[in-house]
């Protein structure tokens, strides 16, 4: 028996090393660093243990405006993509010639290097003086007038950002779902058609009900994802992202550890305990709204 | 006569209503389609106009009819993408590579092996599926820069080696071989580590070539470890490459060359999609069912 407990964790020791290493102790790390008040780089040292990195962070307008600009993006995007990605899942479950050619291309944006796709949409709205790009000509032909999205005004940067997450986004949601929409027992479907139930019934009363699960999973992970958006925002503003107004509270955390204002792990630790307390929350949110109104099988 | 009149007239309107509706449904599903691959349309089509062509278009056009590969060129001489490329290339298969013995090893012991504590510390990784990675890099962030392991591939390699989902995944398939091999094995002796390479990896092979793939896909695109850890450009991989590019490569208005990069980039990955787009979307797709 101790022969084999050995053996045991030996086949477990580089999973334990590594793990313990570069997870579990930065996961109790983060929090001491988080209380130790003014820590930098520089001077390694700190003044005190207490909460002010939390009231700096929080006071940091920088922050705030990154707050700010995740919440909006969350809110946009996760019902966005979630609906878009449920209707063109019932689309393809409809049809049958080229189902798969549809899927496969739809799918396609997932295997991308963000930040080199994203340069392409940034080409696409960005306005120069040499030309004000493809989608401002497309806002002329339909008689608008040109906007620069990259750096122009906020709203039409928060729009380029969504729009972006959205298309980034879309593969696995419609993924999962045209694979939640195929496992729906044929039988409910041929009974409801033979009691001459609508179409738009079938959908609400059948099909809706047992998919949700993987839509309440999706809308799940579609928030934790939309919170730690970064790489988007990067690939279309560039790194530094608290001049352009669209800095994210991921994209805070690593400016506070890296880069021109970088150096302070101790804020940047304490605006990730902050990040992690607000997905938890709206994760048990969530979770809590699902268990009310989530058909499990 | 009269009732097969009607019969004919039902069934010639059903058969519009389905025609008029399939002709919507697929002019929608295209529609999604254009949007999805415009950009890549664009992309291409960008790297091939020339920079003074480009530049006079006021209004972009959507063909060109004097293609040009000298983007090409003046991507791998100007700016170092081949450099690039290699470490990525080098980050990627060293990367993948360790996470595959270490994820095989412990999902090997959490599947067939039986010893103490086995069960606790199975729970106890599966609670770190949920920790975010943002939380732990910068705790890494310090340890790598204490160690003196920036600009160097151990500092990009080690902390992104161990996917505690991916042992989850492979010790779910490990646990499907029926134990009756198990013991027949070793009634013949064999030992744990040869079960292993002969009768294990062997059978789960579709699984562990699934999760190379999609770790392999995750390693091409990582952007945020490699931003934080290097920053000379002899150890960029090409995500923080193509963002170098972007604010000092050819100069900031030189789309043609820019976008002849970002094609190279997104090539390797899309050969890798188009070969195996139905290994990747069935791995993506169960990982999400049990994510």
Same mark, same amino acid.
């Given at each position: 028996?101790? %022969?084999?407990?050995?053996?045991? /964790?030996? $086949?477990?020791?580089?999973?334990?090393?590594?793990?313990?290493?570069?997870?579990?102790?930065?996961?109790?790390?983060?929090?001491?660093?988080?209380?130790?008040?003014?820590?930098?780089?520089?001077?390694?040292?700190?003044?005190?243990? &207490?909460?002010?990195?939390?009231?700096?962070?929080?006071?940091?307008?920088?922050?705030?405006?990154?707050?700010?600009? #995740?919440?909006?993006?969350?809110?946009? #995007?996760?019902?966005?993509?979630?609906?878009?990605?449920?209707?063109?899942?019932?689309?393809?479950?409809?049809?049958?010639?080229?189902?798969?050619?549809?899927?496969?291309?739809?799918?396609?944006? $997932?295997?991308?290097?963000?930040?080199?796709?994203?340069?392409?949409?940034?080409?696409?709205?960005?306005?120069?003086?040499?030309?004000?790009?493809?989608?401002?000509?497309?806002? %002329? /032909?339909? &008689?608008?007038?040109?906007?620069?999205?990259?750096? &122009?005004?906020? /709203?039409?940067?928060?729009?380029?950002?969504?729009?972006?997450?959205?298309?980034?986004?879309?593969?696995?949601?419609?993924?999962?779902?045209?694979?939640?929409?195929?496992?729906?027992?044929?039988?409910?479907? %041929?009974?409801?058609?033979?009691?001459?139930?609508?179409?738009?019934?079938?959908?609400?009363?059948?099909?809706?009900?047992?998919?949700?699960?993987?839509?309440?999973?999706?809308?799940?992970?579609?928030?934790?994802?939309?919170?730690?958006?970064?790489?988007?925002?990067?690939?279309?503003?560039?790194?530094?992202?608290?001049?352009?107004?669209?800095?994210?509270?991921?994209?805070?955390?690593?400016?506070?550890?890296? &880069?021109?204002?970088?150096?302070?792990?101790?804020?940047?630790?304490?605006?990730?305990?902050?990040?992690?307390?607000?997905?938890?929350?709206?994760?048990?949110? %969530?979770?809590?709204?699902?268990?009310?109104?989530?058909? $499990?099988? | 006569?009269?009732?097969?009149?009607?019969?004919?007239?039902?069934?010639?309107?059903?058969?519009?209503?389905?025609?008029?509706?399939?002709?919507?449904?697929?002019?929608?599903?295209?529609?999604?389609?254009?949007?999805?691959?415009?950009?890549?349309?664009?992309?291409?089509?960008?790297?091939?106009?020339?920079?003074?062509?480009?530049?006079?278009?006021?209004?972009?056009?959507?063909?060109?009819?004097?293609?040009?590969?000298?983007?090409?060129?003046?991507?791998?001489?100007?700016?170092?993408?081949?450099?690039?490329?290699?470490?990525?290339?080098?980050?990627?298969?060293?990367?993948?590579?360790?996470?595959?013995?270490?994820?095989?090893?412990?999902?090997?012991?959490?599947?067939?092996?039986?010893?103490?504590?086995?069960?606790?510390?199975?729970?106890?990784?599966?609670?770190?599926?949920?920790?975010?990675?943002?939380?732990?890099?910068?705790?890494?962030?310090?340890?790598?820069?204490?160690?003196?392991?920036?600009?160097?591939?151990?500092?990009?390699?080690?902390?992104?080696?161990?996917?505690?989902?991916?042992?989850?995944?492979?010790?779910?398939?490990?646990?499907?071989?029926?134990?009756?091999?198990?013991?027949?094995?070793?009634?013949?002796?064999?030992?744990?580590?040869?079960?292993?390479?002969?009768?294990?990896?062997?059978?789960?092979?579709?699984?562990?070539?699934?999760?190379?793939?999609?770790?392999?896909?995750?390693?091409?695109?990582?952007?945020?470890?490699?931003?934080?850890?290097?920053?000379?450009?002899?150890?960029?991989?090409?995500?923080?490459?193509?963002?170098?590019?972007?604010?000092?490569?050819?100069?900031?208005?030189?789309?043609?060359?820019?976008?002849?990069?970002?094609?190279?980039?997104?090539?390797?990955?899309?050969?890798?999609?188009?070969?195996?787009?139905?290994?990747?979307?069935?791995?993506?797709?169960?990982?999400?069912?049990?994510?």
């Amino acid at each position: 028996m101790e %022969n084999r407990s050995f053996k045991g /964790w030996l $086949y477990l020791l580089p999973a334990i090393a590594f793990l313990g290493l570069f997870m579990i102790y930065p996961l109790v790390d983060v929090f001491v660093y988080s209380f130790e008040e003014g820590y930098n780089s520089a001077s390694q040292r700190y003044f005190g243990i &207490g909460l002010y990195n939390y009231s700096y962070v929080l006071h940091d307008p920088y922050f705030m405006q990154a707050v700010k600009n #995740t919440f909006i993006l969350v809110i946009i #995007t996760v019902p966005v993509s979630t609906i878009l990605a449920l209707l063109i899942s019932v689309g393809l479950s409809q049809i049958k010639p080229l189902k798969e050619l549809y899927q496969t291309v739809f799918f396609l944006p $997932y295997v991308t290097n963000t930040l080199a796709v994203g340069l392409v949409f940034m080409i696409l709205f960005k306005k120069t003086a040499y030309s004000d790009g493809l989608v401002n000509l497309l806002i %002329n /032909w339909f &008689g608008g007038k040109s906007v620069d999205f990259i750096d &122009g005004p906020y /709203w039409a940067k928060m729009f380029v950002l969504c729009f972006y997450t959205v298309w980034i986004v879309m593969p696995f949601k419609i993924l999962i779902l045209t694979s939640a929409l195929a496992s729906v027992n044929q039988d409910y479907y %041929n009974a409801a058609r033979v009691d001459g139930t609508s179409k738009g019934r079938i959908f609400r009363k059948i099909t809706l009900p047992m998919i949700s699960p993987m839509i309440f999973y999706l809308v799940i992970t579609g928030f934790i994802g939309a919170f730690k958006a970064y790489s988007d925002a990067v690939a279309l503003f560039g790194t530094d992202l608290n001049s352009a107004g669209m800095n994210t509270i991921v994209g805070y955390v690593y400016d506070m550890l890296y &880069g021109n204002s970088g150096g302070y792990p101790s804020y940047a630790s304490a605006a990730a305990i902050i990040l992690f307390a607000i997905v938890l929350t709206i994760t048990v949110i %969530n979770l809590s709204v699902s268990r009310r109104n989530v058909t $499990y099988k | 006569m009269n009732t097969n009149q009607e019969l004919t007239k039902i069934e010639r309107s059903a058969a519009v209503k389905k025609t008029v509706r399939n002709v919507i449904l697929y002019t929608l599903l295209t529609l999604w389609g254009l949007i999805v691959l415009f950009p890549f349309y664009w992309m291409i089509l960008s790297s091939v106009k020339s920079y003074s062509a480009y530049n006079s278009e006021y209004i972009p056009k959507f063909y060109t009819l004097s293609p040009t590969l000298q983007n090409y060129i003046d991507a791998f001489t100007t700016v170092n993408l081949g450099r690039y490329f290699l470490n990525t290339f080098i980050y990627t298969i060293v990367t993948t590579g360790l996470m595959v013995i270490v994820i095989v090893l412990s999902a090997y012991a959490f599947a067939r092996l039986q010893f103490k504590g086995r069960d606790f510390v199975f729970t106890l990784f599966l609670a770190l599926m949920m920790i975010p990675n943002e939380l732990v890099i910068i705790t890494n962030f310090v340890t790598i820069t204490n160690w003196g392991m920036r600009n160097t591939f151990q500092g990009l390699i080690l902390p992104s080696v161990a996917s505690v989902f991916y042992i989850y995944l492979l010790r779910e398939n490990f646990a499907q071989v029926p134990d009756e091999l198990y013991y027949a094995a070793k009634v013949d002796g064999t030992r744990d580590i040869k079960y292993l390479f002969k009768v294990m990896i062997p059978i789960c092979r579709p699984t562990i070539i699934t999760i190379i793939i999609l770790k392999v896909i995750e390693c091409w695109n990582s952007y945020v470890w490699p931003r934080l850890i290097t920053d000379d450009s002899n150890y960029y991989l090409v995500s923080n490459g193509i963002q170098e590019i972007r604010e000092n490569g050819f100069g900031r208005e030189n789309i043609p060359a820019m976008m002849a990069a970002v094609v190279v980039i997104s090539v390797p990955l899309i050969i890798i999609f188009l070969l195996f787009h139905k290994k990747i979307m069935e791995g993506v797709s169960r990982g999400g069912t049990k994510g």
